[in-house]
């Protein structure tokens, strides 16, 4: 009987051998399955979550994509805390929307109002992280002026994955929005005189300061 099991050992110790190297082999598929996943969302992510290699035409396109849905926390998710706007009678050039705070009320007052939805017009042209583009922009504001839509002329700039600035022009080349922009005007009346103060009016108002 020992002879018997001192023939057996060989075996066993052969397939033990094989168990071993058949289970280091899983592990290590397994590990460069894991290592693998890994590379790839480093490559893909930065610590904001937000894709890395997304170009910031994709950004612009996931906002307006948001937007479009009146989905207010997920678009304040896509800018960024100092969040420059301009466009609309709210956010004008000479008094831009900044902040979140202040594009939110734009968003909520103006936007989601007037069920106002924005498509990319053709191509959008990146230079670094700015996004030129041309929109077609619809809403009951517009239709309420006899159009279907107006186009505007924006420019984006994208920070970290988010809209840092966005400034939309309206295209007065455009037939559609040439009339709006009439309509606008027209609602807003004529420029409102100096007050009259009698006697002469503003001119003798003035010549009695300087008489003083």
């Known amino acids: ?24 082999m899983r592990l290590w598929k397994r590990l460069s399955v894991g290592f693998l996943l890994l590379a790839l969302a ?20 996931r906002f307006n994509d948001v937007h479009n849905r009146y989905d207010v926390p997920g678009t304040l998710a896509l800018v960024t805390d100092d969040i420059r706007s301009v466009g609309g009678p709210r ?39 700015t996004v030129r583009l041309r929109q077609e922009v619809r809403g009951d504001i517009y239709r ?12 984006v700039e ?29 609602q807003q009346g004529p420029p409102t005189a100096p007050p009259r103060t009698g006697g002469g009016g503003e001119a003798s108002f003035i010549r009695r300061l300087g008489d003083g």
């Not at 480093?42 to 396109?61: E, I, R, S």
């Not at 002026?145 to 924006?154: L, M, Q």
């Open 1 to 24: 009987m020992p002879y018997a099991v001192a023939q057996e050992l060989p075996g066993i110790r052969n397939n033990n051998a094989k168990a071993e190297r058949i289970d280091t």
């Open 42 to 61: 480093t490559a893909m992510f930065t610590p904001g979550g937000v894709a890395a290699a997304d170009d910031p035409a994709t950004v612009v396109q």
């Open 91 to 129: 956010c004008t050039e000479a008094a831009p929307c900044i902040g979140v705070a202040a594009f939110r009320m734009n968003l909520e007052g103006g936007f989601i109002v007037n069920h106002v939805q924005v498509t990319i017009i053709g191509t959008p042209q990146v230079s670094g992280t």
């Open 144 to 155: 309420a002026a006899g159009v279907e839509r107006i186009v505007t002329n924006s420019t």
């Open 158 to 186: 994208v920070r970290d994955g988010k809209i840092a600035s966005t400034t939309d022009v309206p295209d007065a080349s455009d037939a559609q929005t040439a009339r709006f922009l009439a309509y606008q005007r027209a």
